[in-house]
């Protein structure tokens, strides 16, 4: 069941990703951002399954550690949790938070990263946007959204829009 639930839950990230890459992603609320930097780099991901929350089997839930290494122009490493939600190969979520600690465009400092994502029937949607005020040390005020990018081969890489404010 663990096996078949991380399989879903990585088609599920590699074609959100995918659709991203296609579309011009928004933030949560859908308003234009005025992001005036932008990041991007390889990371390594892994991805290890938890004791689930409950012995309920037709809860479907996954739950997953989130363990990443960023490189290129954010420096970092990052700690998380992931549940997953998802019984068909073309369908699902996944929730996800982690706080990344680095730095970033050369000021070091954390934030914490808030992951949504949804296929419908193989229609993705990917929103990961950093945690409105989690900005810590030189990245207070940190504002922004991040797209995965899942190359074939399964590389990823990231794509990181943002900007400081109050």
Known sequence: MRQRTLKVLLALCAGVALHVLASDAKTFD????????????PFDV????????????DAKLGRFSLDKRFHGDLEALSK??????GSAKDS???????????????RKGS????????????VPYL?????????SGELAGLSGKMNIIIAEGGK???????????
């Open 30 to 41: 859908n308003k234009e951002t005025d992001m005036n930097h932008h990041a991007r780099g």
């Open 46 to 57: 892994t991805l290890a399954p938890l004791p689930p929350y409950n012995d309920d089997a």
């Open 156 to 166: 990823h890489s990231y794509e990181f829009e943002y900007s400081f404010g109050e």
């Open 111 to 122: 934030f914490a990263l808030q992951h949504n994502a949804t296929m419908t029937h193989g």
């Open 127 to 135: 929103n990961i946007i950093v945690v409105p005020g989690s900005g």
């Open 92 to 106: 699902g979520g996944y929730v996800a938070i982690e706080r990344v600690t680095g730095a970033l465009g050369g």
């Open 80 to 85: 998380g949790e992931m549940l997953s939600s």
